[in-house]
T-cell receptor, first 114, second 115 residues
Framework: AQTVTQSQPEMSVQEAETVTLSCTYD???????LFWYKQPPSRQMILVIR??????QNATENRFSVNFQKAAKSFSLKISDSQLGDAAMYFC???????????FGPGTRLSVLP | EAQVTQNPRYLITVTGKKLTVTCSQN?????MSWYRQDPGLGLRQIYY???????DKGDVPEGYKVSRKEKRNFPLILESPSPNQTSLYFC??????????????FGPGTRLTVL
């Protein structure tokens, strides 16, 4: 079975600085998708960024980018120019190429300090 | 407005009293899922459905039932709730079809407490 690990239960960053959240996963599959979701205090789940495993190029969405290391099974999220609104719980998630069985990590709570 | 709705948003009940949490989406999505969120465990998938009358177990299906009689609705049923099912529950839907465009849309969550 696939597993997703986020080794940092909590992180903090100064406003305007850069922070990296770690995620590792375990799978025997070669074709899959990885996601980062943000959950602010409102509890709404918001997709931040998505990466297809067959793509070598790292995904980027504005201030959010990933460092995808397929061989190491690592998928970290970098947030540049951190803003107060980035404060939230961040979840890393895995999904095989087919089907709808998603596996989420335990989450990292990010605080942004003014 | 495109959305996933869940009802109720909050529920306090007692052990053994059957309950249903409804989920509805207005985006004509093929896929729907139920998750529970617990501190330190993240979200765990309970059940998912890839089409009408097609459902499959996720990672933690014990104690839950689902049905998908209509494309838009995917209710979660707890036949005999127990205190260990106290949790925050999310319903989600996604379009299906080409996997690269398959983004999940989440409902607002249902906070369930079983006494």
């Amino acid at each position: 079975a696939q597993t997703v690990t986020q080794s940092q239960p909590e992180m903090s960053v100064q406003e305007a600085e850069t922070v990296t959240l770690s995620c590792t996963y375990d799978t025997s599959e070669s074709d899959y998708y990885l996601f980062w979701y943000k959950q602010p205090p409102s509890r709404q789940m918001i997709l931040v960024i998505r990466q297809e495993a067959y793509k070598q190029q790292n995904a980027t969405e504005n201030r959010f980018s990933v460092n995808f290391q397929k061989a190491a099974k690592s998928f970290s999220l970098k947030i540049s120019d951190s803003q107060l609104g980035d404060a939230a719980m961040y979840f890393c998630a895995y999904r095989h190429n087919y089907g709808q069985n998603f596996v989420f990590g335990p989450g990292t709570r990010l605080s942004v300090l003014p | 407005e495109a959305q996933v709705t869940q009802n109720p948003r909050y529920l306090i009940t007692v052990t053994g009293k059957k309950l249903t949490v409804t989920c509805s989406q207005n985006m004509n999505h093929e896929y729907m899922s139920w998750y529970r969120q617990d501190p330190g465990l993240g979200l765990r998938q309970i059940y998912y459905s890839m089409n009408v009358e097609v459902t499959d177990k996720g990672d933690v299906p014990e104690g839950y039932k689902v049905s998908r009689k209509e494309k838009r609705n995917f209710p979660l049923i707890l036949e005999s709730p127990s205190p260990n099912q106290t949790s925050l529950y999310f319903c989600a839907s996604s379009p299906g079809g080409h996997a690269s465009t398959d983004t999940q849309y989440f409902g607002p969550g249902t906070r369930l407490t079983v006494l």
